[in-house]
């Protein structure tokens, strides 16, 4: 080829590069009109309508279950409606619409609006059943959608709601076992990457970021049946005896776990619509009072173990008044001359006075802290009282003498409950537990403790609270047929700013069974009786017989004394099923 033609040639290729260059140019911009201009709005309603975000995904909290897994409190899935105020706020035609679905004012869903209107999230309604779900849904309304969160249910209701407690709207614990055990129960929320749509409502699910964590489901220790049992009887017993208020707990004597824990007034925790304040109360671990006669075993324990007295010691509680430097003791009615047994049989505040007064302060002192009160039982249940044991320096004959009787201290139902537990084993006053505790969890424990009372004394003053529900005794009525049952009644003159109050009375019974080998101890405590009667003997002791009876059916724990199992006697000696034919 010429140098010419080359030249040509170079020249033509230039062109047509050109030529397409420009073309291409010319077509981008055409393009560019196209998209800027004429389908702009298409496109920005594109752009709008989906977008990336981070949603937080909500952790299942664990299930609380009683000692055998049945549940107490679960987690259902549920939707909230929320909205993004700024797109909402400007679909007021659809507010009457939305507000009716939603089952609230107009008024007031403008209110949440206005409140939050530069904001992008505002929960509508928390926690809303499907059929509402769904009719929210179908509305179509910009800026409306559902979250996917949880709901706390109890199926127990009002029979476990003082022990389990509740959440809030939040799902955090704000009471109970809720709040004590929260952060093993509420787990951690995952994170995930969504496209939402115009309407804010999740369209595709990109990625999980985080996997959600699921709390941790709970055993407690309480035994359902057991609970319930309890709950029926007490609720019976203070309404029957027109009473402010009442509790009663049961303890497994070995495992100190909490078996059973109620109280009166109570409140269903899946409808908390107006409450007052003092019905979530779990007065058993909360409320103090003083003991009363209750506290007597552990006097005479105290007066046992020093080695001077013993079962027939002789106590002369004649007249039935004691003077002690300028008071003056009383008793019921004038005893006479009785034994240390027949103190506790019935009750005599003159015969425990003079057995402590026997004592040093410290001995007596040491038989009472050595059973934890005075102390918080370990629980860790929230807001859980220690009670009230001053100290011995402090006791001049007159303190001496009414501790003696349970008056100068207090307790709660529980710690009392936890105290008769000691009695009722080796004298070690085990932590309570509300979760659920192995024997061999339990053993452990104990070897912490250094008992002070010993076994011997403590089985001899056992013996002694069996006379309380023999004939003849304050107690009868706690008796349960076909077992040995150890207890002791207490009626407590309340005391107000101005001293003891004339009619205004504790009702208590604390009780051991079987006595001749023990695996329960209950605790019913009764406040303000008005009915006729107010004696501990009266009123708490029949709870307690009528819960016992069925917790040790319920337990399979073998009766203990065939005298008192009418019809049934000869049955078990042949070795028939209990009530089968003669
Ligand atoms: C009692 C008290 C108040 C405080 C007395 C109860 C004292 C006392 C000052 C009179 C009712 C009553 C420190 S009685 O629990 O002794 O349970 O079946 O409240 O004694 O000195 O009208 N219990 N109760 N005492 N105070 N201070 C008996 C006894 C007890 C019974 C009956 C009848 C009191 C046998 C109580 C019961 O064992």
């Known amino acids: 080829m010429s140098e010419q033609g080359k030249k040509s040639s170079y020249r ?52 609380i279950t009683d000692r055998f897994g049945e549940p107490l409190a679960i987690s259902t899935p549920v939707d909230s409606v929320w909205a993004n105020p700024q797109v909402l706020i400007l679909e007021r035609d659809s ?33 809303v059943n499907p059929d509402m779900a769904r009719r929210v849904t179908a509305l179509e309304i910009p800026g409306v959608a559902l979250a996917p969160e949880y709901r706390r249910f109890y199926p127990a209701g009002e029979v476990t709601a003082h022990v389990v407690g509740f959440t809030d ?62 709950y029926r009887e007490l609720k019976a017993a203070v309404r029957r005896n027109r009473a402010d208020a009442g509790s009663a707990v049961i303890l497994d ?29 779990n007065r058993a671990v909360t409320d103090v009072f003083e003991p009363g006669s209750t506290i007597k075993p552990f006097t005479v324990a105290a007066a046992l173990e020093s ?11 004649r ?3 004691l003077r002690v430097g300028r008071k003056t003791i009383r008793d019921f009615r004038n005893y006479g001359l009785i034994d240390v047994s027949t103190v506790i049989q019935k009750s005599s ?42 100290d ?65 004394s403590l089985r001899a003053v056992r013996r002694m609270m069996e006379r309380v529900v023999a004939q003849g005794g304050t107690g009868t009525r706690a008796a349960v047929p076909g077992y040995r049952i150890a207890g002791k009644t207490g009626t407590v003159k309340k005391s107000g700013a101005g001293g003891y109050v004339e009619d205004s009375y504790i009702a208590v019974f604390a009780g051991i069974a079987p006595a001749s080998d023990p695996r329960l101890v209950m605790v019913v405590m009764i406040d303000e009786p008005r009915g006729e009667q107010y004696y501990g003997g009266a009123v708490a002791a029949p709870v307690f017989g009528k819960v016992m009876a069925g917790a040790l059916r319920l337990l399979d724990i073998p009766p203990d004394d065939l005298q008192t199992m009418p019809g049934q006697r000869l049955a078990l000696l042949h070795g028939a099923p209990a009530g089968g034919a003669h």
């Open 12 to 63: 033509g290729r230039r062109l047509l590069v050109l030529g397409v260059l420009a073309l291409a140019a010319g077509g981008l911009a055409a393009r560019a009109v196209d998209l800027q201009v004429l389908d702009k709005d298409f496109l920005q309603g594109q752009g709008d309508a989906r977008f990336l975000r981070v949603v937080e995904e909500p952790a299942h909290r664990g299930m």
């Open 95 to 127: 507010w009457t619409r939305l507000a009716r679905a939603l089952g609230i004012k107009r008024a007031e869903l403008e209110r949440l609006l206005v409140a939050r209107q530069h904001k992008e999230f505002v929960y509508l309604k928390r926690r």
């Open 169 to 230: 709207v939040d799902d955090a614990g704000q009471e109970g076992m809720e709040l004590a055990l929260d952060q093993r129960l509420r787990g951690v929320p995952g994170a995930k990457r969504v496209i939402k749509d115009r309407l804010g409502r999740i369209v595709e699910s990109v990625e999980r970021v985080r996997e959600p964590q699921p709390g941790e489901d709970i055993a407690l220790s309480i035994d359902r049946r057991l609970q319930y049992l309890a």
């Open 253 to 281: 004597v070995h495992t100190g776990e909490v078996l059973a824990m109620v109280n009166q007034p109570a409140y269903n925790p899946n409808n908390r619509g107006r409450l007052k304040r003092s019905h979530l109360r």
């Open 307 to 317: 080695g001077r007295f013993n079962a027939h010691t002789p106590v002369d509680t």
């Open 319 to 321: 007249p039935g008044t």
């Open 349 to 390: 505040n003159v015969g425990a006075s003079k057995l402590a007064l026997a004592l040093a302060p410290e001995q007596l002192w040491q038989a009472y802290a050595s059973v934890g009160l005075g102390e918080s039982t370990g629980s860790g249940f929230p807001g859980e009282s220690g009670g009230l044991l001053t």
């Open 392 to 456: 011995f320096g402090g006791w001049r004959d007159i303190q001496r003498a009414t501790v003696s009787y349970g008056y100068g201290m207090s307790v709660t139902t529980l710690q009392l409950a936890r105290a008769y537990a000691a009695l009722a084993s080796d004298g070690r006053p085990l932590p309570v537990s509300f979760t659920r505790r192995s024997a061999e969890q339990a053993a452990e424990l104990a070897s912490l403790y250094q008992p002070v009372l010993s076994e011997s």
